[in-house]
């Protein structure tokens, strides 16, 4: 009986407690229900169509933000691929590519030497590596096993620092861009800090650090001479002279250095050493010793430890290709109160042209083609520049030191252009290229740009901005015109140009 009762007051409970879970759902229901119909026409509709006019508009930038982003990549790709395009049609043209003759043995700087020796004539010697340079070097003949900066020395000529087109340049900038650095020493002499580089192979290359921006112009109240040495300067001079088919600066590359791994920990130069410290934000700096800015206000620092800078390939060592200084005729007085002489005479050339080595051979057009390479990049700092002694007064004039170079984009120099208005004088070579240059099909910018995207430091930053690029066009018509005034002043063609290239029929 108990039994029963227990079981009907457990159903009765069940049947209680489903009849309340079902009057609360209707409840819900109908609360749902009235919730909808009376609040839904009060929500605001000027946030609704806010919120959906938000979230279209949102969507629709997305979409065009994407769609932009995409079209610029296409597009700056497709300006890439078309400056690639430009520069290899410029250097697969006739006037870089003129038939040369056979280099007769002694028009080449270097020779290798084949005869035995009393010990260790069948691999390369070498002796140790100073701060200058290296020690005088024994090879053998095989040109497989010399090392890139060797051939590149191999290769220099009475007429040029190497070949067009020389495969060399690949495997020596790669060089230069990758291998492991094994010393680093200041460089005597010289304004500003340089570092000498040494590798492993016992090349050796001149290392130039970052001082300021590339976008960073020269300020307008400071002389040319006191202004700083650029990286890029120096990187850009290399392929604008390339560009220019004279073939005259170095091979230089731009590199990320580490300042702790491959200056500070690997150097020997207590000189060096002692410069030095931590800023006050944690980044590694150094300073130098030198004629001006070295000194902690002028430090070269690392974000944290690593320092872009370039790195140009070193000539041969004075103790194998002595080289002789030459000073400019148009040097710069560096004065702040006077003048140079060839600022205030106007018959100066006349007088340059009676002088040695001026008053014969082509001494005096190589002048004038380096004139026109400083124009374009805006390099006031040409004060002397050098020849391998070996080949006299006959040979090609080396352009270096080339970071003082595109400092201001904003304005040009014309007093650089003083040889060729005082001499109106220029290498039919020259000046074709340089019209070539200025077809759209060429246009100097476009191939100046192709030519830097190649280098590695691009990865980081374009080495020139685009204004500095757009003057090289705007410098380039200048220089074109200024020899049109020449040939208007002159009766006879042959007194303005020297034909260098009377094989050459094209237009």
């Known amino acids: 009986m108990r039994v029963c009762t227990r079981r009907r007051s457990q159903t009765l409970r069940m049947w209680l407690l489903i009849v309340f879970l079902s009057l609360h759902l209707l409840v819900v229901s109908l609360v749902l229900s009235t919730y909808h119909t009376t609040c839904e026409p009060r929500s605001h509709p000027d946030i609704r169509t806010s919120i959906s006019f938000f979230v ?16 610029t990549l296409e597009e700056e790709t497709d300006s890439t691929v078309d400056d690639l395009a430009k520069l290899e049609a ?3 043209h006739p006037l870089y590519n003129t038939p040369t003759p056979s280099v007769p043995e002694g028009d080449w700087l270097l ?5 035995k020796k009393e010990e260790g004539s069948s691999i390369q010697q070498w002796r140790s590596a100073n701060e200058d340079g290296y020690d005088p070097i024994l090879w053998n003949a095989s040109a497989v096993t010399h090392p890139p900066w060797l051939r590149f020395h191999l290769g220099i000529s009475r007429w040029q620092m190497y070949q067009h087109n020389d495969p060399i340049l690949s495997a020596l900038t790669q060089q ?3 291998h492991r650095i094994v010393s680093a020493v200041q460089k005597s002499g010289g304004t500003q800090l340089k570092l000498v580089m040494s590798f492993r192979n ?10 300021q921006e590339r976008q960073e112009e020269t300020n307008v109240n400071l002389y040319y001479f006191s202004d700083f040495e650029r990286h890029n300067a120096e990187i850009a001079a290399f392929h604008l002279d390339r560009i220019l088919g004279f073939r005259r600066i170095p091979p230089v590359v731009g590199r990320l250095i580490n300042i702790k791994k491959e200056i500070k920990d690997i150097t020997t130069d207590h000189r060096l050493v002692s410069t030095f410290f931590t800023s006050p934000v944690g980044n590694m700096c150094f300073y130098g010793q030198c004629s001006y800015y070295c000194s902690t206000e002028h430090a070269i620092c690392g974000r944290p430890v690593m320092i872009e800078g370039s790195l140009a390939a070193m000539l041969p060592d004075p103790s194998l290709a002595q080289r002789r200084t030459w000073k400019n005729p148009w040097k710069r007085s560096y004065s702040r109160s ?16 009676k002088s040695p080595p001026y008053d014969r051979g082509t001494r005096l057009v190589d002048l004038i083609d380096m004139s026109i390479l400083d124009f374009l990049m805006s390099n006031m700092d040409r004060h002397h520049y050098d020849t391998f002694q070996k080949f006299g007064n006959d040979t090609f004039l080396i352009h ?8 201001r984009h904003s304005k040009d120099e014309p007093s650089i252009l003083a040889p060729i208005v005082q001499c109106c004088r220029i290498r039919r070579s020259t000046l074709l290229r340089l019209h070539l240059l200025s077809l759209p099909m060429y246009r100097l910018s476009d191939v100046m740009r192709a030519s830097l995207s190649q280098d590695p430091l691009t990865a980081v930053a374009p080495l020139l901005t685009e204004q500095h690029l757009l003057a090289l066009d705007r410098r380039l018509a200048t220089v074109i015109q200024t020899i049109q005034d020449c040939l208007v002043q002159h009766q006879h063609l042959s007194d303005v140009i020297y ?7 094209g237009d």
């Open 202 to 211: 016992y090349g050796q290359a001149l290392f130039k650090p970052m001082k």
């Open 176 to 178: 230069l861009a990758t």
């Open 400 to 407: 270096l030191d080339n970071g003082r170079a595109f400092g």
């Open 111 to 115: 020779k290798v030497r084949t005869e």
């Open 499 to 505: 034909d260098d290239i009377t094989d050459y029929s």
């Open 56 to 71: 279209q508009n949102t969507s629709t930038s997305t979409n065009t933000m994407a769609t932009a982003e995409s079209d």
């Open 338 to 353: 006077s003048l140079a002489l060839w600022e205030t005479d106007t018959n100066y050339c006349d007088s340059v042209k």
């Open 90 to 92: 410029l250097y697969s």
